[in-house]
C-alpha cells in the first residue's frame, strides 16, 4: 500500500469522531472548521515530513499493538545534564544503558527552558528547541536514531499546561499583542480570579501560593497554577490546541517513542469548578491519541495523573476510545514507602488489589523514585479504619522517613513542608531512604548489608508489577542523596534537587568489585531484570491477585497463567518472618536464589524477599 493510501486510511477511520469532539470542544468558536481544517492540514505536513524509518517502524507497531504490554521492556529516567552532560555524551554512553538491560529510556525535560525559573525544564521557552548546553536538536534526532538501532524506544516529557514566561506567546503577549494574550488567561481586575481561587485548589501553597500572579508591568492578573514563572495555555482558544499538537508531532518526528502528557488533569479550567480532571480533558486526550493513530501510530502517549485512582484510571479511556496507552502508577509508590515507614503491608495489599481489578489493557509504568517528589496522596478513608488520621499520619510519615522518628533508618528530606496544613511531601534517594545512606556513613556493616538488601526487596516488588518498571537513574548503584544543591542559589529552594544529583561514574566503576554496594545492588538487578524478561509469567496479561500471609510485615503477590504459577514474598520488616502461606500444588522455584521449596510456612530474612515459580502440569 502506498504511503499516502495508508494515512488516508489512518485518517477516514478517525475523522469523524475527531471532526465531532473537536466541534463538540469549540461549539462556540466563529469558524471551528476553519480551524479543524488547520488541524488536519498540520497533521498531513507532519506525516509527509516523517522519515523513513519511523514510518517504517510505525507499520511494525501497528501489526504488533501489544508490543509495549509484554515483559521485556525496563526502563530508566535520567536527566541528560547529571548522566553525562550532553545529549552526545548519553550517546556516548549508551553501551552503559544496555549494560543495565534497559531499552526504555525517559529523558527528562530537556528543551529550552530559562535558567533558574525552569522548574527543572518544566517551564519550556521553545518546544523545538533543545536546551543549548545539552547541544541541539539534531543531536537529539542523533541520539534517538542509534537508541532506535539498538532497540530502545526514547520517552520524552510534553509540557502542556503551560509555557514559560519566555515564551514567544507569552514575550508576544507581554508586549500587547491581542492574538497572543487570548492563549493565556489573562484579568485586568482580581475579581474573576478572585471567583476560580474559590473552588481551585493550590498546588504549591507554600512556594507558589494562589493560582494567578500579578504582572505590574502590564497590570493584569495572569493564571499560573504552578508557579509564577509558568503561565497556563488558554486551549478554549483551539489555536492553542492546534499549535500544541504541532509541536507534540514535531518532536514525534524527532524520534520520540513515548510521549510523556505532563500535568495533564489541569490542560482545561472552567470557572466554578477545581479546574482537575474535566470533561473536556478526556476529549483533548482522545483526540491526541487518534492524532497519533494517524501521524505516528508507533507513538505511545503515557498519562502523568497524580491523582487519587478513581481519577486516575479514567485516563485509559475505553476498550472502544481509548486514550492514553500507559499511567504513572502513582498511588503504588507513595503506598510502598508508606508501607516502609509503617512495616504495615495493608493498604500496600488493597492498592494491589484494586489495581489488579482493572483491566490487563490498562498499562501502568511501575517506578520507586522518580525525579518529583513523594506526596502522600493516601486512602484515608482505609486508614482511618485503623486509627490513623491524615494530618498526623503525614507527620509521622514525613518524620520517619527523613530520619527525625526514633530507629528511623532513612534519611529524606521535605519539600513544600506547610506547618500550617501539618503537609509535606518527602524527596530522597531509593537507597537514602532504605538506610544506605544512614549505615554507610555509620561504618555498620550488617546494618548495611540488611539496607541493601531492602533496597533489592523494593526493587524485585516493583519488577514484579504488572506494566513496566522504571529505574531512577542512580538506584542501580545505590547514589544516595546530594546535599550539594544547597549550595546552588536558583537550586537551595527546591529540595527536590536532594535526589537529581550528578551521575556518579566513579561509583558506577565499583560495580565490578565484588562485596561493594554497587557491585551488590547492580548485579541482583541485573538478575531480577533477566529472570522478568525470559519469564512470561511477568507479561501484563498474566492474571494478578494477592494473598494472605498472615504476618502484617509480609506481602504475597500472586501472577498465573495457564501454563505457570508466581509468588512474590516479600518482607517489610527489620526481623525475620516467616509467610504463612499454604498452596499445596507441588515444589516451586526460587527464581532469585535457585533453590526449590514447597509454597508453605516460607522464611524470609530482615527485608528480605522470594521469587517462587512454578510451571504447570497438564
Given at each position: 500500500m502506498s504511503e499516502e493510501k495508508l494515512y488516508d486510511q489512518r485518517?477516514?477511520?478517525?475523522?469523524?469522531?475527531?471532526?465531532?469532539?473537536?466541534?463538540?470542544?469549540?461549539?462556540?468558536?466563529?469558524?471551528?472548521?476553519?480551524?479543524?481544517?488547520?488541524?488536519?492540514?498540520?497533521?498531513k505536513t507532519f506525516y509527509d515530513q516523517r522519515i523513513p524509518s519511523l514510518k517504517e517502524g510505525d507499520i511494525l507497531r501497528e501489526k504488533d499493538p501489544g508490543w509495549y504490554k509484554r515483559n521485556d521492556l525496563t526502563g530508566m529516567m535520567m536527566y541528560v545534564n547529571c548522566f553525562a552532560g550532553t545529549l552526545k555524551g548519553v550517546q556516548e554512553k549508551l553501551d552503559y544503558i544496555q549494560e543495565c538491560n534497559v531499552n526504555y529510556l525517559h529523558l527528562m525535560p530537556l528543551l529550552s527552558s530559562p535558567k533558574g525559573r525552569?522548574?527543572?525544564?518544566?517551564?519550556?521557552?521553545?518546544?523545538?528547541?533543545?536546551?543549548?548546553?545539552?547541544?541541539?536538536?539534531?543531536?537529539?534526532?542523533?541520539?534517538?536514531?542509534?537508541?532506535?538501532?539498538?532497540?530502545?524506544?526514547v520517552c520524552l516529557d510534553f509540557v502542556m499546561n503551560?509555557?514559560?514566561?519566555?515564551?514567544?506567546?507569552?514575550?508576544?503577549?507581554?508586549?500587547?499583542?491581542?492574538?497572543?494574550?487570548?492563549?493565556?488567561?489573562?484579568?485586568?481586575?482580581?475579581?474573576?480570579?478572585?471567583?476560580?481561587?474559590?473552588?481551585?485548589?493550590?498546588?504549591?501553597?507554600?512556594?507558589?501560593?494562589?493560582?494567578?500572579?500579578?504582572?505590574?508591568?502590564?497590570?493584569?492578573?495572569?493564571?499560573?497554577?504552578?508557579?509564577?514563572?509558568?503561565?497556563?495555555?488558554?486551549?478554549?482558544?483551539?489555536?492553542?490546541?492546534?499549535?500544541?499538537?504541532?509541536?507534540?508531532?514535531?518532536?514525534a518526528n524527532q524520534g520520540v517513542d513515548i510521549i510523556r502528557l505532563d500535568a495533564v488533569p489541569y490542560i482545561w479550567k472552567e470557572l466554578g469548578t477545581n479546574c482537575r480532571n474535566l470533561p473536556q480533558v478526556h476529549s483533548m486526550v482522545r483526540m491526541?491519541?487518534?492524532?497519533?493513530?494517524?501521524?505516528?501510530?508507533?507513538?505511545?502517549?503515557?498519562?502523568?495523573?497524580?491523582?487519587?485512582?478513581?481519577?486516575?484510571?479514567?485516563?485509559?479511556?475505553?476498550?472502544?476510545?481509548?486514550?492514553?496507552?500507559?499511567?504513572?502508577?502513582?498511588?503504588?509508590?507513595?503506598?510502598?514507602?508508606?508501607?516502609?515507614?509503617?512495616?504495615?503491608?495493608?493498604?500496600?495489599?488493597?492498592?494491589?488489589?484494586?489495581?489488579?481489578?482493572?483491566?490487563?489493557?490498562?498499562?501502568?509504568?511501575?517506578?520507586?523514585r522518580c525525579h518529583d517528589d513523594i506526596g502522600w496522596g493516601l486512602d484515608y478513608d482505609y486508614l482511618r479504619?485503623?486509627?490513623?488520621?491524615?494530618?498526623?499520619?503525614?507527620?509521622?510519615?514525613?518524620?520517619?522517613?527523613?530520619?527525625?522518628?526514633?530507629?528511623?533508618?532513612?534519611?529524606?528530606?521535605?519539600?513544600?513542608?506547610?506547618?500550617?496544613?501539618?503537609?509535606?511531601?518527602?524527596?530522597?534517594?531509593?537507597?537514602?531512604?532504605?538506610?544506605?545512606?544512614r549505615f554507610y556513613h555509620e561504618n555498620n556493616q550488617e546494618a548495611l548489608d540488611r539496607a541493601v538488601r531492602f533496597d533489592i526487596?523494593?526493587?524485585?516488588?516493583?519488577?514484579?508489577?504488572?506494566?513496566?518498571?522504571?529505574?531512577?537513574?542512580?538506584?542501580?548503584?545505590?547514589?544516595?542523596?546530594?546535599?550539594?544543591?544547597?549550595?546552588?542559589?536558583?537550586?537551595?529552594?527546591?529540595?527536590?534537587?536532594?535526589?537529581?544529583?550528578?551521575?556518579?561514574?566513579?561509583?558506577?566503576?565499583?560495580?565490578?568489585?565484588?562485596?561493594?554496594?554497587?557491585e551488590k545492588l547492580f548485579h541482583a538487578l541485573n538478575h531480577l531484570e533477566h529472570i522478568r524478561t525470559s519469564h512470561g509469567i511477568f507479561s501484563a496479561d498474566a492474571a494478578l491477585r494477592t494473598l494472605d500471609t498472615w504476618d502484617p510485615s509480609v506481602l504475597a503477590l500472586v501472577r498465573e497463567s495457564d501454563s505457570e504459577k508466581f509468588i512474590g514474598l516479600f518482607n517489610f520488616s527489620?526481623?525475620?518472618r516467616t509467610a504463612w502461606i499454604n498452596e499445596e500444588d507441588g515444589i516451586y522455584t526460587d527464581l532469585i536464589s535457585g533453590t526449590e521449596t514447597e509454597a508453605r510456612g516460607v522464611p524470609l530474612p530482615a527485608y528480605g524477599c522470594c521469587w517462587l515459580w512454578r510451571k504447570k502440569t497438564d
Open positions: 485518517f477516514h477511520r478517525h475523522y469523524d469522531e475527531l471532526k465531532w469532539l473537536y466541534c463538540e470542544l469549540y461549539r462556540d468558536t466563529p469558524r471551528v472548521m476553519d480551524h479543524f481544517g488547520d488541524l488536519t492540514a498540520s497533521m525552569s522548574d527543572g525544564g518544566y517551564a519550556v521557552a521553545d518546544f523545538r528547541k533543545v536546551q543549548e548546553e545539552l547541544g541541539n536538536m539534531e543531536d537529539f534526532a542523533e541520539l534517538t536514531a542509534e537508541c532506535h538501532q539498538r532497540g530502545i524506544s503551560h509555557t514559560s514566561e519566555e515564551h514567544e506567546w507569552a514575550r508576544r503577549a507581554r508586549a500587547g499583542e491581542k492574538e497572543y494574550q487570548d492563549r493565556y488567561f489573562f484579568f485586568d481586575t482580581f475579581d474573576v480570579p478572585s471567583i476560580y481561587e474559590q473552588t481551585c485548589p493550590q498546588v504549591f501553597p507554600t512556594t507558589a501560593p494562589g493560582n494567578f500572579t500579578w504582572l505590574d508591568d502590564m497590570k493584569k492578573y495572569v493564571m499560573t497554577t504552578f508557579y509564577p514563572y509558568q503561565w497556563d495555555l488558554n486551549y478554549r482558544n483551539p489555536v492553542v490546541l492546534n499549535e500544541m499538537i504541532a509541536n507534540m508531532l514535531y518532536l491526541m491519541r487518534m492524532i497519533c493513530e494517524i501521524v505516528c501510530p508507533g507513538v505511545l502517549l503515557l498519562g502523568e495523573v497524580v491523582m487519587a485512582p478513581d481519577k486516575v484510571a479514567p485516563y485509559f479511556g475505553t476498550v472502544e476510545k481509548p486514550e492514553c496507552h500507559m499511567l504513572y502508577n502513582v498511588t503504588t509508590m507513595a503506598s510502598t514507602w508508606h508501607t516502609v515507614a509503617t512495616r504495615d503491608v495493608s493498604l500496600l495489599r488493597r492498592q494491589l488489589d484494586i489495581v489488579a481489578g482493572l483491566p490487563v489493557d490498562y498499562i501502568f509504568q511501575n517506578y520507586l479504619n485503623f486509627g490513623m488520621e491524615e494530618v498526623p499520619h503525614k507527620k509521622y510519615l514525613n518524620d520517619f522517613l527523613t530520619g527525625n522518628y526514633p530507629g528511623s533508618f532513612a534519611r529524606g528530606e521535605l519539600y513544600n513542608d506547610d506547618p500550617r496544613l501539618g503537609d509535606a511531601r518527602l524527596c530522597g534517594t531509593t537507597a537514602s531512604l532504605c538506610g544506605i545512606d526487596t523494593l526493587h524485585a516488588f516493583m519488577f514484579s508489577q504488572s506494566g513496566i518498571p522504571v529505574i531512577y537513574s542512580g538506584d542501580e548503584i545505590g547514589q544516595l542523596n546530594d546535599n550539594s544543591y544547597k549550595e546552588v542559589p536558583e537550586k537551595a529552594p527546591d529540595s527536590r534537587y536532594i535526589h537529581r544529583g550528578d551521575f556518579r561514574w566513579d561509583l558506577a566503576e565499583k560495580r565490578r568489585e565484588k562485596h561493594t554496594v554497587q527489620e526481623q525475620d
